[in-house]
Every structure is written in structure tokens, then in C-alpha cells.
């Protein structure tokens, strides 16, 4: 089988990554400054949902998920948040429609995009 590695690109040895495991970032900081903050996190992604939601509670976030539009925005409707984070693409509504709804809906609480695909049109 032939290989696909970008030429000149660094392969870094598994027992490499151990040491790294538990380890804060340096821009991680412990002194949770969300607490109190009741956040929506609207992502299709399992293991985006699992990521950011893991990072918001550390920061003292409470948070809950939805895993498409639809869902979202009941939750959003039928709950109490500070600020909602809306991915962009989801199946059944995805994140300019679900915006659209809950406009409509008067929801007023700050919505901000998540977005892996970046577009310079969008």
C-alpha cells in the first residue's frame, strides 16, 4: 500500500503522545469563569458536542446539547440559557434555518455560529 503522508511531514512515535495525557494547554486556565452560564450547544457532531461541552463545563458552564436544528430550537424555546452555540450544516434544520425560527419565535438571546467548514461565501 502506498503511502499518503504529506512530504516532509514529522510522524511523532505513540509513546511520544503519553506524556502529553492529562496535561492543561497553556491557554487553559482553572479558575472557571463561565460559572452560573446556562449554555446551548446545537452541533450534529458527537465528538464535537463531547469536545466543546467538556471545555465550556470545565470553565464552570452548564451545558446542554442538541443534535440537530430541530431539536435546538425546542430547547431553546422551552429553556432558560444565557447563549446558544449553533453549528452551521445539521440535518432536518441546519443552523441558518434553526437562527431563522427562533427569530421569528422572539428569541433574543445571543445565537453564535459554530462552523468547521469556513467558507469565505458563507
Same mark, same amino acid.
Given at each position: 500500500?502506498?503511502? /499518503?503522508? %504529506?512530504?516532509?511531514?514529522? +510522524? %511523532? $512515535?505513540k509513546?511520544?503522545?503519553?506524556?502529553?495525557?492529562?496535561?492543561y494547554?497553556?491557554f487553559?486556565?482553572?479558575?472557571?469563569?463561565?460559572i452560573?452560564l446556562?449554555?446551548?450547544?446545537?452541533?450534529?457532531? @458527537?465528538?464535537? /458536542?463531547?469536545?466543546?461541552?467538556?471545555?465550556?463545563?470545565?470553565e464552570?458552564?452548564?451545558v446542554?446539547?442538541?443534535?440537530?436544528? &430541530?431539536?435546538? $430550537?425546542?430547547? &431553546?424555546?422551552?429553556?432558560?440559557?444565557?447563549? +446558544? @452555540?449553533?453549528? %452551521?450544516?445539521?440535518p432536518? +434544520?441546519?443552523g441558518?434555518?434553526t437562527?431563522k425560527?427562533?427569530?421569528?419565535?422572539?428569541?433574543?438571546?445571543? %445565537?453564535? &455560529? @459554530?462552523? $468547521?467548514?469556513?467558507m469565505?461565501?458563507?
Open positions: 500500500m502506498k503511502s /499518503r503522508l %504529506i512530504p516532509n511531514a514529522k +510522524l %511523532i $512515535a509513546e511520544d503522545l503519553i506524556s502529553f495525557v492529562g496535561e494547554p497553556d487553559c486556565k482553572k479558575n472557571q469563569t463561565l452560573g446556562k449554555v446551548l450547544l446545537v452541533e450534529d457532531s @458527537l465528538d464535537n /458536542r463531547i469536545l466543546i461541552s467538556t471545555y465550556l463545563e470545565r464552570g458552564a452548564q446542554e446539547t442538541a443534535s440537530d436544528g &430541530a431539536s435546538g $430550537a425546542e430547547l &431553546a424555546l422551552s429553556e432558560r440559557f444565557d447563549v +446558544l @452555540l449553533m453549528d %452551521i450544516q445539521m432536518i +434544520l441546519d441558518h434555518e437562527v425560527k427562533l427569530r421569528q419565535s422572539k428569541y433574543t438571546k445571543p %445565537i453564535i &455560529a @459554530l462552523t $468547521a467548514h469556513a469565505k461565501e458563507e
